[in-house]
Structure formats: structure tokens, C-alpha cells
């Protein structure tokens, strides 16, 4: 008698196809990749969602929807609102292991620009991260490390392109140290002149 298929959320699935993601290519990416990954068969997947584009469509929604949540909790559990930006621009550091680990992020992301499907997602993404950081960055006005005279929106629009143009950057210079502590370099330095000294009260 076989032992019965086991079962996985998607959730499960979704954590499997990220960690694929991040070792193989697009053009290296199946199905069975992804299944071994999530200890089940390419027969399984393609039944539940149909093929690997669909598959990593789910996965894509999946994470636009849940990019909110993750800033949220970056805010709860950091005492400063600084400090969870900071967090922030670490967290995406991840996309850079190495600079082969990068190429392969900016290849799913030509993937992401290309497939109208994808770029909606992208764009749903990109917004909810943008106001999670206006978020951050108006609580840090609030408890006083940032000047009240900052725009904080303004702000919130430097720190995201500049995290994405410090991913790109650091693979110039990455025998100079990990992306993590080249990323937290550049973030400090674009909130440096908003920050609120002791004697400043503007």
C-alpha cells in the first residue's frame, strides 16, 4: 500500500518556490524544482495551480498583499521608527547574497516588468511599501528623530529608489563587504540631514 500524498498550504508552497528562486534562474525553474523543494510532486502543484506561471503569479499576490504587514511588524517589534527603516533596507539586502544571487533577483524582476500580470503586482507592491515608509518615517517625526520640518513623503520616495540603486551599486564594489552593511551605509547617509539633533529644535 503507498503512503498518501502529503499535503502543504500554500503558504508552505509559496516559502518552497521563494527558496527555489533564490538558487536557480528562470530558465532553470520547473515545477519539479519546486515541488522537490516543498517535499511534494510537480503532479500536485500542477493540479493546484496549473503551470509554474501561475504558480509563481500566486506567489507574486501572495506577497504583494502581505507587503503592508511586513512593515507593520518591522514598526512593532523596533522601539525607533528609524530604526525599523533601517530594517527595512537591510531586509532587502537579502536579494544580494552575492552578486550571482542578484543577477538572479533582477532576472525574475525583468520577468516582473515584462508580464503585464506580474507588473500590476510589482506596482501593488511598490505602493504599499512606499506608505509603509511614509508611516515610518511621519512616527519618527513624531517621537522626534527626524526634524518636524521634514517632507516626509519626499523622503519615503529617496530611501526606496535608493535602496534599489544600492542593491545595484554594491555588486560594482561588493569585494568591499556584504550588501547588508553597504545598504545600512547609504541609508544612513540620505537620513543623516533630516535627523534631529539634541539642541535642534526644527
Known amino acids: 500500500m503507498s503512503p498518501r500524498p502529503r499535503k502543504v498550504s500554500d503558504e508552505e508552497v509559496f516559502a518552497a518556490a521563494h527558496r527555489a528562486t533564490n538558487r536557480l534562474a528562470p ?7 519546486i515541488a522537490a523543494e516543498a517535499g511534494v510532486t510537480a503532479g500536485a502543484l ?6 509554474k506561471r501561475e504558480l509563481l503569479l500566486a506567489l507574486a499576490r501572495a506577497a504583494a498583499g502581505s507587503t ?3 512593515i507593520g511588524q518591522l514598526k512593532a517589534s523596533h522601539r525607533s521608527p528609524l530604526a525599523a527603516v533601517r530594517a527595512y533596507a537591510e531586509c532587502m539586502a537579502q536579494l544580494a547574497q552575492s552578486p550571482a544571487a542578484l543577477a538572479r533577483n533582477l532576472a525574475y524582476l525583468q520577468i516582473d516588468l515584462a508580464d503585464p500580470d ?5 506596482a501593488v507592491q511598490a505602493k504599499a511599501t512606499r506608505a509603509g515608509l511614509v508611516d515610518l518615517l511621519t512616527a ?3 517621537a522626534g528623530e527626524l526634524r518636524r ?3 516626509v513623503a519626499s523622503l519615503a520616495r529617496t530611501v526606496e529608489a535608493m535602496v534599489s540603486g544600492s542593491l545595484m551599486t ?3 564594489y561588493s569585494d568591499e563587504g556584504p550588501a547588508e552593511r553597504w545598504i545600512r551605509d547609504d541609508v544612513n547617509a540620505v537620513l543623516a540631514p533630516y535627523l534631529r539633533g539634541k539642541r535642534d529644535g526644527g
Not at 27 to 33: F, I, N, R, V
Not at 118 to 122: I, N, S, T, V
Request: no cysteine; aromatic share 16%; net charge negative.
Open 68 to 70: 503592508g504587514d511586513f
Open 118 to 122: 506580474f507588473r500590476d503586482q510589482l
Open 27 to 33: 530558465s532553470e525553474l520547473t515545477l519539479a524544482e
Open 46 to 51: 500542477a493540479q493546484r495551480f496549473g503551470s
Open 170 to 172: 554594491w555588486a560594482f
Open 140 to 142: 519618527a517625526v513624531a
Open 149 to 151: 520640518t521634514t517632507d
